[in-house]
């Protein structure tokens, strides 16, 4: 583990850099891995990072097969699954939390730690529990464990989200594809990782309609079948790359960036006099001498992503001018403010 990071900037950025699969995106659906009573779940695309070994390891404290080559995944899960994920796995990470929808979905009971792994913000999980609790699941909640469990199968509802939370999106929708009947969930999140998860469990062989609009339709089904499944381009890498690109001035092409999960960014680029070129394959950021700035207010998607908050603030610190950032998804994201008045940075 690095214990610093020495940065000599000065120089503009040029030539091309090459975005990943997204860890938004593959967390969720190795957790739906484990909804596989058949056959075998291959997995691509997938970024070598430590929340995606640790979500592994909870796959294999429940009972399921993992392999990990650096790049893809094979998940076997026909075996039966234990319900439990222990503290030492959760707390290294929120989204092992993820696991409790499918769990109650394929075995009916799910026992998992109270998640931990986040400094930026409460990150309430009652919206998943709500939803839960709407499909027939009763919720114990004591000694740092959340406990569920079903009568039989859990049943299809209709469930208003208080929040367009992803991961109460995710997780509803995961233990949504085994209940009898429909469940629709309304103003729920949009963003392009809720597309990448409903895109794997259909090839599983669910029956979910409308992700990446604010109500999901899902049919339950009798079991799902693994399958083979590709990553989305991680858009928050993509992003941070283009930003660097017109903070130095420079000029590179980011590869596999995809536009229409960029648009946000994008808007704001033009907006700033940022010169943006959509590609088949990716995006060129030319940055000009002059940066106009740009107010910036986050939101859930298709709002400004509040992961790209402090990456923006970075840039319009070079604007000419004043410009505004709102930050309305997490209380606690501007940390980052005071190391930049470390550096001389006027901001109020």
């Given at each position: ?39 075998i ?39 039966d699954?234990?319900?439990?994920a ?22 009916g ?69 085994l ?74 092409f ?41 107010d ?53």
């Open positions: 583990m690095f214990e610093k990071i020495i940065l000599r900037g000065g120089k503009r950025l040029s030539g091309t850099g090459k975005v990943g699969g997204a860890k938004n995106a593959v967390l969720p659906v190795i957790a739906a891995s484990i909804l596989a009573s058949k056959g779940s291959r997995i691509y695309n997938v970024p070598a990072l430590a929340d995606v070994y640790t979500i592994n390891e909870v796959l294999r404290h429940l009972n399921a097969k993992v392999e990990f080559d650096g790049s893809a995944i094979t998940v076997d899960a026909q075996a699954l234990n319900a439990e222990p503290f030492e796995y959760v707390r290294k990470m929120r989204a092992s939390f993820l696991v409790m929808g499918p769990l109650l979905s394929r075995i009971r799910a026992r998992i730690a109270l998640p931990g792994g986040c400094a930026i913000g409460s990150r309430p999980i009652d919206q998943h529990l709500k939803g839960f609790e709407a499909m027939g699941a009763k919720v114990t909640i004591g000694n740092g464990y959340i406990e569920a469990t079903t009568n039989g199968r859990l049943k299809g509802a209709n469930i208003y989200l208080d929040f367009p939370s992803v991961g109460a999106t995710e997780n509803i929708m995961m233990a949504a594809v209940a009898d009947g429909e469940t629709l969930i309304e103003n729920c999140a949009r963003e392009p990782e809720i597309v990448c998860l409903a895109t794997y469990l259909n090839a599983m062989g669910a029956k979910i309609k409308g992700a990446g609009t604010s109500s999901i339709r899902i049919t339950g089904v009798k079991e799902l079948t693994g399958a083979s499944h590709d990553i989305i381009p991680d858009r928050i890498e993509a992003g941070t790359y283009m930003i660097a690109a017109a903070i130095t001035g420079g000029d590179v980011v590869e596999n960036a995809v536009s229409d999960h960029l648009r946000p960014l994008i808007a704001k680029f033009e907006e700033m006099g940022i010169i943006v070129e959509q590609q088949l394959n990716g995006i060129r950021v030319i940055g000009p001498d002059i940066i106009r700035p740009a910036i207010k986050t939101m859930p998607h298709p709002g400004f992503p509040t992961d790209l908050q402090s990456q923006m603030m970075a840039l319009l610190l070079k604007a000419k001018g004043t410009a505004v950032i709102t930050e309305t998804v997490f209380e606690n994201r501007f940390m980052h403010v005071e190391e930049f008045r470390r550096m001389n940075a006027d901001i109020k």
